[in-house]
């Protein structure tokens, strides 16, 4: 099962900032923190993803806590075709490795024109 | 960018045949998997393929399945014996050291 929480659905208008919360609270020390997304039935597509500090790229920011409990991915200028479901997964490995990406339900996030 | 690559972009089967379908990961790329997507649920993660062996599997991916690269380029996943419950989207996915998994776009499967 998936080690991570997230509401099943958000709103957002275009233009704003969308900020999307995880919580992984049993989180280990060697697990880094995943985001992906899935437009429509479309294989996921990888966003970003950090271990402790705070990451940026041209697609997103990526928030982790201090505890590493919880974290937020943010889309700053939000537009329609950011509308899709976004996951938040942990996994030991920062690249590589055996094993699978385990994906829960995520969020469906709606942008709203 | 390159991208994974998975053919065909729809199968339809009959029940009880076999079906095989393909990708092509990121040329660089050493890690290979495989995930499905029954419709309106989870995606779930099938095999992981490295150095011509399959590295780590789930329950789903039981004597029915099989992986291959069968050369330099191509991955594929057999199914032996389609069931109805074998409907779903697949998706090939690989990755490389350091880097995150990229997948493809998918194989509609459906039996029936």
């Known amino acids: 099962d998936a080690k991570t929480t997230q509401p099943p659905s958000m709103d957002c208008a275009e233009g704003r900032a969308a900020n999307l919360p995880c919580n992984h609270s049993?989180?280990?020390?060697?697990?880094?923190v995943y985001w992906y997304r899935q437009i429509h039935s479309q294989g996921p597509q990888y966003i970003i993803h950090g271990l402790k500090n705070n990451e940026t790229n041209e697609m997103a920011s990526l928030i982790i806590t201090e505890d590493r409990k919880s974290s937020t991915l943010i889309l700053p200028h939000a537009t329609l075709r950011d509308t899709a479901v976004y996951y938040c997964i942990v996994r030991v490995a920062s690249g590589g490795g055996a094993d699978g990406l385990t994906f829960g339900k995520g969020t469906h996030l709606i942008i709203q024109p | 960018e390159p991208e994974v690559t998975q053919t065909p972009s729809h199968q339809v089967t009959q029940m009880g045949q076999e079906v095989i379908l393909r990708c092509v990961p990121i040329?660089?790329?050493?890690?290979f998997y495989w995930y499905r997507q029954i419709l309106g649920q989870k995606v779930e993660f099938l095999v992981s393929f490295y150095n011509n062996e399959i590295s780590e599997k789930s329950e789903i991916f039981d004597d029915q399945f099989s992986v291959e690269r069968p050369d330099g380029s191509n991955f594929t996943l057999k199914i032996r014996s389609t069931k109805l419950e074998d409907s779903a989207m697949y998706f090939c996915a690989s990755t490389g050291p350091n880097q995150p998994q990229h997948f493809g776009d998918g194989t509609r499967l459906s039996i029936l």
């Open positions: 040329s660089n790329h050493l890690y």
């Open positions: 049993t989180i280990s020390g060697n697990e880094y």
